[in-house]
T-cell receptor
């Protein structure tokens, strides 16, 4: 089945640090990748949609300068949380889908803790 | 913003019993999907039902869709302790963006 690898699984860092999270589709080409944020015991909130080779589309209320997304190849998208602060602490999950209608396949998430 | 609401928010049952979770949504959809999430992990795709389908089965899972009521249900039969997880419905709208809007989720606990 389709596998999406997300790395790292856990990050703890100081306030002001920039953190990069990688999302890779291991056995298929991901036309589109999605980035979500999830607070404890809550649902997933879509942050942005990225298509290979084009700029990401951000959901309303998501700061594009804060959450930089790059989708440079058909198998890799990155989310960089710039100058992270404690309120950015959360669980970030990526997903990827291939061409045509395919379900989204999810990574295992990254737990980000900003001290 | 979240589109779907799920109920119950939490469900605790004994192993062997059936578990039913309901999902309601607000706008027209192409399809509805159910996902499972173990604590602290990503989501696993369970089943997809298209807007022109009314019922779908996969193993111990049965999903129904009522587009007139904008609702869906997920039934897990003969539950097992390993079914303990959060379950989310997600809808794919008509705008061809492939974006999913997730429901609020049901936390299922299956007691051994």
């Amino acid at each position: 089945g389709a596998v999406v690898s997300q790395h790292p699984s856990r990050v703890i860092c100081k306030s002001g640090t920039s953190v990069k999270i990688e999302c890779r589709s291991l056995d298929f080409q991901a036309t589109t990748m999605f980035w979500y944020r999830q607070f404890p015991k809550q649902s997933l909130m879509l942050m942005a949609t990225s298509n290979e080779g084009s700029k990401a589309t951000y959901e309303q209320g998501v700061e594009k300068d804060k959450f930089l997304i790059n989708h440079a190849s058909l198998t890799l998208s990155t989310l960089t949380v710039t100058s992270a602060h404690p309120e950015d602490s959360s669980f970030y999950i990526c997903s990827a889908r291939g061409s045509g209608y395919q379900p989204q396949h999810f990574g295992d998430g990254t737990r980000l803790s900003i001290l | 913003s979240q589109q779907g609401e799920e109920d119950p928010q939490a469900l605790s049952i004994q192993e062997g019993e059936n578990a039913t979770m309901n999902c309601s949504y607000k706008t027209s959809i192409n399809n509805l999907q159910w996902y499972r999430q173990n604590s602290g992990r990503g989501l696993v795709h369970l089943i997809l039902i298209r807007s022109n389908e009314r019922e779908k089965h996969s193993g111990r899972l049965r999903v129904t869709l009522d587009t007139s009521k904008k609702s869906s249900s997920l039934l897990i039969t003969a539950s097992r302790a390993a079914d303990t997880a959060s379950y989310f419905c997600a809808t794919d709208g008509l705008d061809s963006s492939y974006k999913l809007i997730f429901g609020s989720g049901t936390r299922l606990l299956v007691r051994p």
